[in-house]
């Protein structure tokens, strides 16, 4: 496998330049799966319950593309120690697809699922190799700070790109061209900012001639076969990831579904979501310094722990308010709560993972997260349209039974939290850490 030369002390560029790709992502996460897209797709290109099924099986179908392929790319990254150049690749697919969202109009629900799909995609395949990276910029002490740095630099970098889109979507009142175009404006967005982690990084990942008879592809194969038989060394990295798998649906369920219920339960254009969002980036910003403070200091598990009873908090709130104000603080908790999981996960895998092994094990990391996503939208669209049904069948009227179906919807959050929540006390960090080598001075 590839030899990986982690220099602790990386240069303070490298780390601004990691940053920065993190800067361009959160945009893309902002306006895409946020504010704009997944809004303008539910009401203005398919309308009705039927456009949060569709989103729902989009989101879904990108999850398991990235969840089959994710561990195997994972695998030839750190033996051919090429992670840049596949993260490059699957930026560039995110990019261009993004860009191609502005000709999704009215009634293109096909190509406007499509072209989100492949995006999506990119997107989510990006983030094994951006993630990867992580290991080789930070020692294990210092990967919370550095970590949460990402997050809260990325959370400026949504808050930043979300101002710039709004001001010409006020300024034409919503027009649907002006929405197109601030999705190509979005990607070029994203191009810019990841540029800097291809020129400024240093891949430390050296590359090692192929055993003979043997190709990228089939050592890969190999390689995954070699760390199904061996999870049993690393029993508490797997207890971690089953967690993950379950609690992570329901965070990215909240980030796929935000926009839709605040159009949805509260009646909000364009520019109101966009507001929101801008609220729910700034508390993100604080969420994921403190976090990873917080990290540092007393321990991923403890401080996921206190992530994840934030993060029910919310969404329990939502489901009895009928308050567009209490939307707005309900979305600040969230994004305190929500970036605190995903940075402080994030920081777990690296911790977690032998060394040389990073983008395998993060392969594995997405791997886990995307199935279960596969599975929470779709479960959620699914509630949506049911519940809807049930309660036009029951005389409701279409818009106040569609609402009543995504309040129902809300419960299947709840309990991929909760159950998430529940095997995390499971996790032993300190004995995780210490098979690995990557420390044991953590709290308990």
């Known amino acids: 496998m590839a030899t990986l030369t982690v220099d602790p002390k990386a240069t303070r560029r490298e780390r601004w330049a990691w940053y920065l790709y993190d800067f361009g992502n959160s945009a893309y996460a902002a306006v895409v799966l946020l504010a704009v897209y997944s809004a303008y797709y539910k009401g203005a290109v398919v309308g009705g319950a039927e456009g949060s099924r569709l989103w729902g099986l989009g989101t879904g179908i990108a999850m398991l593309l990235v969840a089959v392929t994710a561990p195997i790319l994972g695998t030839i990254a750190d033996y051919s120690g090429a992670k840049k150049r596949v993260l490059a690749f699957y930026t560039a697919l995110s990019v261009l697809f993004c860009a191609m969202l502005f000709f999704v109009q009215e009634g293109n629900w096909f190509i406007g699922l499509l072209f989100f799909v492949i995006a999506e995609t990119g997107y989510r395949s990006a983030q094994v190799f951006y993630n990867a990276l992580l290991p080789e910029i930070a020692s294990p002490e210092e990967m919370p700070r550095v970590s949460g740095n990402g997050w809260a630099v990325g959370s400026v970098g949504g808050v930043l790109c979300l101002i710039l889109v709004l001001i010409p979507i006020v300024l034409t009142d919503s027009n649907p061209l002006t929405i197109r175009l601030s999705l190509v404006f979005t990607a070029v967005y994203f191009a810019v900012s990841a540029l800097p982690t291809f020129l400024w990084i240093k891949e430390r990942g050296a590359e090692k001639p192929l055993p003979e008879g043997e190709t990228y592809l089939s050592l890969a194969f190999k390689r995954l076969g070699e760390t199904f038989r061996a999870v049993k060394q690393y029993r508490e990295f797997l207890k971690f990831m089953i967690s993950y798998l379950i609690y992570n649906d329901g965070i990215l369920m909240v980030m796929d579904f935000a926009g839709i219920l605040g159009f949805i339960l509260f009646g909000m254009g364009q520019q109101e979501l966009i507001i929101f969002m801008i609220i729910v980036q700034v508390t993100s910003v604080v969420g994921a310094y403190l976090f990873g403070l917080y990290a540092g200091d007393f321990g991923g598990r403890q401080s996921l722990i206190v992530a994840l009873l934030l993060m029910v908090v919310p969404v329990v709130w939502l489901y009895f308010t009928h308050s567009k104000l209490a939307f707005y603080f309900i979305g600040g908790l969230a994004g305190f709560a929500l970036t605190g999981v995903q940075s402080v996960s994030r ?98």
Not at 394 to 422: D, N, P, T, Y
């Open 347 to 444: 920081t777990m895998v690296g911790l977690f993972s032998p060394e040389g092994r990073n983008a395998e094990f993060y392969g594995f990391f997405a791997m886990a997260g995307r199935t279960s996503s596969f599975i929470g939208p779709v479960i959620f669209g699914q509630l949506v349209v049911w519940a809807t049904r049930h309660y036009e069948g029951l005389g409701l009227e279409a818009l106040l039974a569609e609402q009543m179906g995504h309040r129902v919807a809300l419960f299947s959050i709840i309990a991929f939290l909760v159950i998430g929540f529940v095997l995390l006390l499971t996790v032993n960090e300190k004995k995780a850490r210490a098979v690995v080598g990557n420390g044991e001075a953590v709290a308990e």
